[in-house]
């Protein structure tokens, strides 16, 4: 799951990097959706553009916490989402480690783009889905490993 994600990822920035130019979007859906090309330094919604090194250090440490989680699963819905957290976050983290302006401080490339929301990437559709699929799990009471708490007997 992780890698197929990841891949997918990793593809749609290349097709964007080489096909788009920042600043000349490109409507797919008029009014709905369109592809901008955008180099983020920050998190989202562009926060933290100062603190870009901070960010894949953080990074870094999800991943690794993903990983460690990940050997204690028990329960497909949680491995599909730690999947996709994984992948989004080794992403972004691709981007801050091999792109411009240079390693630990290079820029997301972000190329999706609706009305009223801050331009984004597969990556965060990922990450955003995962939280998701957390949400739930942690609602429903059941833990990483399949067990069911006293909270997730809800009939």
């Not at 369109?34 to 933290?48: H, I, K, Q, W, Y």
């Not at 401080?105 to 597969?122: C, I, K, S």
Request: charged residues 20%; glycine residues 10%; proline residues 3%.
């Amino acid at each position: 799951m992780a890698v197929t994600a990841y891949a997918v990822d990793l593809v749609t920035k290349v097709l964007a990097a080489r096909h788009l130019t920042e600043g000349d979007p490109v409507d797919v859906i008029d009014g709905l959706l369109r592809l901008d090309l955008v180099r983020n330094p920050g998190a989202a919604f562009s926060t933290g553009t100062s603190y870009t090194l901070v960010l894949s250090v953080i990074a870094l440490v999800a991943a690794g916490v993903v990983i460690r989680f990940g050997r204690r699963l028990g329960d497909r819905t949680w491995a599909v989402a730690l999947g996709l957290l994984l992948a989004g976050v080794c992403g972004n983290l691709t981007d801050r480690i091999f792109r411009e302006p240079g390693v630990m401080r290079g820029h997301v490339v972000d190329f999706l783009a609706l009305p009223h929301w801050p331009v984004f990437n597969v990556a965060d559709m990922l990450i955003d889905a995962a939280v998701v699929l957390i949400i739930i799990q942690t609602w429903r009471g059941i833990g990483i490993t399949g067990a069911r708490s006293a909270r997730g007997d809800r009939s």
